[in-house]
């Protein structure tokens, strides 16, 4: 699924959308499993299709979403996939609106929730899991020393690398290759 570069969000009723929950799992699951249906997606998080029909309808109205009439076997089918490959924001671009700003820091705060939620579900998951993926699954952090500039630096090497992978063509080998969330975060902090 060729999609256009990862945008970049500058309306606030943009990133209302994304501050949600379940519409955040919609995206999620599109991104991973390509175009999908109404019904795939209420199967996908376990939702009844009329919540997943409304929340297609509100990203779809702020423009995260379009219909993919190409893979419909009939009129009636209806496929949705992502308009961009990703989105970002940087909550500075808000600051000039506090209302604008609040929302930001919400749709922040939604996805960093989302990236804890998922690694503690890898967590909690049992022991035929873990024992599968073996020492594949990691987490490493680290107390660098940087300028805005190197945090800058190390933030576009972090993101080409994933993207490197995000990218790669998938090898024909026969082995089978699930879902993997890969997260970073760099920011400045206080030990």
Known sequence: MEQPTVRQVTDSRVLAALAHPLRRRLMDVLKVYGPCTVGMLAE???QSPANVSHHLKVLAGADLLVEAPELARDRRERWWKPRSRGVRWSNT???DDPSARVVADAASS???????ELVRAWHAAGEEAHAAWGDGPFS?????????DELAQ???EVVALLMRWADRAVPDDGQ????VFVFAHGVPGRP
């Open 176 to 179: 089978t290759r699930e879902p």
């Open 93 to 95: 671009d808000f600051d």
């Open 110 to 116: 939604l996805n960093l929730e989302r990236h804890a």
């Open 140 to 148: 490493t952090d680290h107390w660098l020393h940087l300028t805005p």
């Open 44 to 46: 996908r998080t376990d």
């Open 154 to 156: 190390l933030s576009g």
